[in-house]
């Protein structure tokens, strides 16, 4: 995974911008943007401080996967970086000491520490239960869809369930206050087949306003509900004061605007140093936001571009591009320049059912230990279910599984021979030297129940970047299998850019090389 390495050029010039006020950095895949988030933390401790003011400083993540993974490395990274001269002049030891943390789980403790009781813990029996009172995942589908039934004589309320979460989740990020905010809200995105006018928002309303209402009744909170309360008890709390002096925000292109607003609170005023790093094109979530919308000027030469990938291989990397070419919208996108050679093209698998694919895993799993190349190898799929059906069957074939998402008090060791296992969306922000994506199957990925409509163009695309970002974590080896009738995004790849290693059902490849380079 990461290693010790020394900054150049655009990486370097970022430890000097500006220590007030945001700056952004928007890199591409590859581009080492969460390695000098990390550099740029270790800059400003050894050199924001003094006798009688301690820097503090904060690295807010994606998620808990990418916050444990940057606590696992940053005892590597070395200070001592001159702007005028390529000496280190270390003052300090390697290492980090700060806060690194993903958004939620530091809401959860500002919550409970503010007297916001987010789990309820009870003793029966000898035994210790908690009862939570987020609630997530079916519990959350199941409130929505009771209280969308409430409407159906209105003919929005045939909208998906998933829909609701979704535009329930958004309006919570964008800190609507009443009807009329939401109904001239615009939806930016969400393509021309939605269909959803005035009096169709006044509806969704009345079920947003339900489902809150709902929540309170049950005594639960959702996890969108963690920016609102700790924006209400920061603006209420006249002694507040911010913990930090510098602020460090990866991947921000997947936070909200609440979330975002939380986080410029809790810089000290007189630094207000937040650095913003971000990604249009491996946005995965639908929560987009402006910076103008939450205060941030960070135009002209308060924002650096990071062009160079310095991870992939240019087979890797001109594969990826070509499934990115496919999006309709590509102004925000950084231009790519590759930087890296390679041999092997990434290789694509077209297979009959599971147990065709799941074969050829195996094969290529055991000529990677054979040639002892198996270090630092992942499979990743698109959902837990499919994810842990493919790690039980590996394990019962003899071969060392390890989850990248494990319980907060198990460290995944990136060193050992072991085969990473993890979803789609959580592997952002690692890297692993082999990467096999399987079950790329139309009924799996674009994610059925996220279709508003049949032609959601919106979903269609969050799913595209999705894949995108899984196949740029991918340093040397990309795999991508499918085990039944092929994902669209299979056919958007270019067929010059990839090897197909097995086509036992019928497919029509793309044969087009539109790339630049």
């Known amino acids: 995974m990461l290693k010790t390495i020394k900054l150049t050029g655009e990486q370097k010039n970022v430890l000097f911008l500006p ?44 998620n808990k996967t990418l916050s444990a993974y940057i606590t696992q490395v940053s005892h590597k990274i070395e200070g001592g970086y001159q702007q005028d001269s390529e000496e280190l002049n270390p003052t300090t030891e390697p290492g980090i000491n700060v806060t690194i943390t993903n958004f939620h789980k530091w809401a959860y403790r500002f919550l409970e520490q503010n007297g916001i009781s987010l789990s309820v813990q009870t003793i029966e029996n000898g035994y210790v239960n908690r009862d939570w009172k ?10 929505v869809e009771t209280v969308k039934s409430r409407f159906s004589n209105h003919s929005i309320a045939g909208k998906t369930t998933e829909f609701f979460r979704e535009e329930i989740s958004w309006m919570k990020g964008k800190l609507f206050q009443s009807e009329q905010e939401y109904v001239d ?37 959702d996890f969108d509900d963690y920016a609102i309360l700790s924006l209400k008890i920061i603006d209420e709390n006249a002694s507040f004061e911010p913990p930090f002096s510098h602020l460090i925000v990866d991947e921000a292109q997947d936070l909200n605007k609440a979330q975002i607003l939380v986080l410029s609170k809790l810089v000290s005023p007189e630094t207000n140093s937040i650095s913003i790093i971000a990604d249009a094109a491996q946005r995965i979530f639908k929560s987009g936001f402006s910076w103008s919308e939450v205060g941030l000027n960070v135009r002209g030469g308060r924002t650096i571009e990071f062009k160079k990938n310095y991870r992939n291989t240019v ?56 040639n002892n190349k198996i270090n630092s190898t992942v499979i990743l799929h698109r959902n837990t279910s499919g994810l842990d059906s493919i790690a039980r069957r590996l394990e019962n074939d003899g071969f060392e599984i390890e989850y990248v998402k494990k319980s907060k008090n198990q460290a995944v060791d990136y060193e050992s021979n072991s085969i990473k296992v993890c979803t789609l969306s959580s592997i952002k922000g690692l890297e692993f030297t082999n990467v096999f994506i399987v079950d790329l199957n139309d009924d799996i990925i674009p994610y059925p129940p996220g279709f508003n409509d049949e032609n959601d163009e919106f979903h269609v695309s969050t799913e595209r970047r999705l894949l995108y970002t899984a196949m ?22 270019s067929e010059e850019l990839v090897d197909v290693c097995s086509k036992e059902i019928n497919v029509q490849l793309d044969d087009t090389d539109d790339l630049p380079f």
Do not use: C
Request: hydrophobic share 35%.
């Open 134 to 143: 987020t609630i997530s995942g079916k519990a959350q589908t199941d409130l």
């Open 185 to 221: 809200a615009k939806r930016v995105g969400r393509g021309t087949t939605d269909r959803v006018v005035k009096e169709d928002k006044q509806v969704i309303w009345k079920i947003y306003q339900t489902y809150q209402e709902e929540l309170k009744v049950r005594g639960k909170y």
């Open 19 to 62: 220590v007030t006020n945001p700056i952004q950095i928007k890199g591409v895949a590859g581009s080492g943007k969460t390695t000098v988030a990390l550099y740029r933390a270790k800059h400003l401790l050894d050199t924001q401080s003094n006798l009688f003011n301690e820097a503090k400083v904060a690295i807010f993540t994606y």
């Open 315 to 370: 087979h890797i990397a001109r594969a990826a591009l070509s499934l990115l070419e496919k999006e309709t919208d590509k102004s925000e996108f950084t231009q790519v320049e590759t930087a890296l050679k390679g041999e092997k093209k990434p290789e694509i698998g077209y297979f009959k059912d599971y147990e065709s694919q799941f074969a050829y895993v195996k094969k290529e799993l055991n000529n990677l230990i054979t």
């Open 472 to 493: 740029t974590r991918a340093r040397l080896n990309l795999y991508m299998f499918s085990s039944g009738n092929p994902s669209r995004y299979l056919s958007e790849i």
